[in-house]
């Protein structure tokens, strides 16, 4: 991502969907399974995923940066590239750390545009470009799914922690436990899959502008507000939605705790610059899973749902 100035000062972003430029690319494990949008988690990147993701936005008037040009053609540089709108003002976290007062209406904002999306059912689960095409998601349901990908994380990072290796066979038995007391559902809200407040812009009118969102998709509204309930901490007061599945919340909760450790462990394989933050976030991440184990004083308030 690029910010460009011109020579009247207006300025724009540049998206370049270059493998050299992505530090992810070097981290998969599965190069073929990165680029089938019909697996929910396979990599979310790519100027159709992003194109589908900002017209379902927008068509939900959902603020998102405006896209002036997209071009396919490689023709002007050899990759897929946008030229996006440049929303002056901060991201929602860097406001809720200065101006904690501040945030409040935005956060207000991005708590009705949440529920707009949540709201808005999907006749599938999946990638919004591939359900847009009429495409069918891989999988039974999003709860098969997010165990599989549970189980796999697990394996990775007892590969590459002994604290998670001396406690794995207690943590699979916690997953598939958590896992079985989900009960089936057909229903699918749109979710952003990854937003935490560093990918929320806030305009001069005090609007969340939503950015990185080519993971758009139909699945269960938990598995984001798992993700909401970890980034956004004390903040989540805003965002918390009644009626969610606690059971399926508390599952969901200890999967990312699982994939917030392999992912980030995975990718400091290749020369990611910020490797105490990485590394920061694996650890945090290792400590949570690791709370779901029952103790003295019995299982942890995420298993109980409170």
Known sequence: MYRLIFDDDSTAIVYIWDDAEDYWSAARIDEDDAEDHANPFSHASGIDLFVAAHTRLETLGIRTPRIHSADRSRSHYPADIAVVEDVPGATLEALLQQDPDGAQVPLSRLADALGAMQRHQGPGFGKVALIDDGGISQGHSCERIVLDRALDDLAEAASRDTRIESGR??????????????????????????????????????????????????????????????????????????????????????????????????????????????????????????????????????????
């Open 169 to 306: 066979d207690r943590l699979e038995d916690m997953v598939r436990g958590l896992a079985a007391a989900v009960r089936p559902r057909s229903e699918y809200g749109l979710i952003h899959g990854e937003l935490g407040p560093d990918h929320v812009l806030v305009d001069r009118y005090g609007h969340p502008v939503l950015i990185d969102i080519e993971g758009l998709m139909f699945f269960d509204v938990e598995w984001e507000h798992a993700f909401l309930r970890l980034r956004f901490g004390e903040h989540y007061r805003w965002l918390r939605r009644s009626g969610l599945d606690e059971q399926r919340l508390a599952f969901y909760t200890l999967a990312t705790h699982l994939s917030l450790v392999a992912g980030p462990l995975r990718l400091l394989d290749g020369d990611f610059p910020d490797r105490d933050a990485m590394m920061g976030i694996a650890e945090h991440n290792l400590q949570q899973a690791l709370a779901f184990l029952p103790g003295p004083a019995g299982p942890p308030r995420a298993i109980l749902g409170r």
